[in-house]
């Protein structure tokens, strides 16, 4: 491990603002090594709010949130909610934490843990909202993606009902994936687009998002972008945008999704890093 990240590593520990829970812990409970994941709660779980927020207000959770930018820059255009960035990358984290820190942003805080384990973390109908900003695909592991049956079950847990997922991602195929879910389960479609920054824009901003998550939140999907989104723009990828609500009470039930063709549609990716600050 590098020098630079055991420093980052140690500055995270003195971070008010950065939650990063024993595994161990949350684990205590599991007895069985092949039996379902069995938690123990974490003392957070309820109390979020009144623990590590300036005053209470709605819960919007950012999953995989890598250095932060978009928890931190939502937290700063709407200040009548409190935002979670969630990472299991320390490194990464620290970026954000450490600006929240500087800046002492009140309504800001980040967690460094397995979306598996956020059941343990967060209370039924705790939070309002989640993010999910480029997310890894996952095209030959459906139950890995974010948006399968399996995780949407686990937001259940803890989302109020009603509550809302966005889902802003490069990947073709995990947009058309997320978007078969929700149709496959009468999910409602608050909006959808393959092509946000084009011809989707004018179909976004007439959505009904705007009266439901601020038009601050609108505004950032647009102007806010992180360093994956940068990063595939420049080779000439569209960035798609599905928003929907859990507002079903039935099982999540997988689609009928033809993912031979969708993976051969979107082909291989190539990653060519930018230069960013």
Not at 8 to 31: G, I, M, Y
Not at 67 to 89: A, C, M, Q
Not at 138 to 160: A, G
Request: charged fraction near 25%; glycine fraction near 6%.
């Amino acid at each position: 491990m590098g020098h630079g990240k055991l420093i980052k590593f140690a500055e995270n520990e003195t971070f008010r603002c950065l939650v990063q829970p024993d595994p161990a812990r949350l684990l205590a409970l599991k007895t069985d090594p092949h039996g379902p994941l069995v938690l123990a709660d974490h003392p957070l779980k309820g109390n979020w709010n009144d623990e590590m927020f300036a005053k209470s207000q709605p819960l919007v959770v950012e999953l995989g949130c890598g250095k932060g930018e978009y928890t931190i820059d939502l937290s700063r255009r709407n200040p009548d909610f409190n935002y979670i960035g969630v990472d299991i990358k320390g490194a990464r984290l620290w970026k954000g934490a450490k600006e929240a820190e500087t800046a002492a942003l009140p309504n800001v805080a980040f967690l460094r843990t397995r979306v598996e384990f956020l059941p343990a973390l967060f209370a039924p109908g705790e939070v309002s909202e989640i993010w999910l900003t480029f997310s890894d695909p996952q095209m030959k592991s459906p139950n890995s993606r974010l948006t399968s049956p399996v995780f949407l079950e686990r937001y259940r847990t803890f989302l109020r009902p009603g509550g809302i997922l966005h889902l802003k991602t490069d990947s073709r195929f995990l947009h058309e994936y997320s978007k078969a879910v929700a149709v496959q389960n009468g999910l409602t479609v608050l909006a959808c687009t393959d092509d946000l920054y084009g011809e989707g824009r004018q179909a976004v901003l007439d959505s009904p998002l705007a009266s439901i998550t601020g038009r601050s939140a609108i505004d950032a999907l647009f102007e806010v972008r992180t360093f994956y989104e940068k990063m595939f723009m420049a080779q000439g990828y569209k960035i798609t945008y599905l928003c929907f609500t859990l507002d079903k009470e039935a099982p999540i039930q997988a689609p009928d999704f033809d993912e031979k063709y969708w993976r051969s549609a979107e082909g291989p990716r190539v990653f060519r890093p930018i230069l960013t600050d």
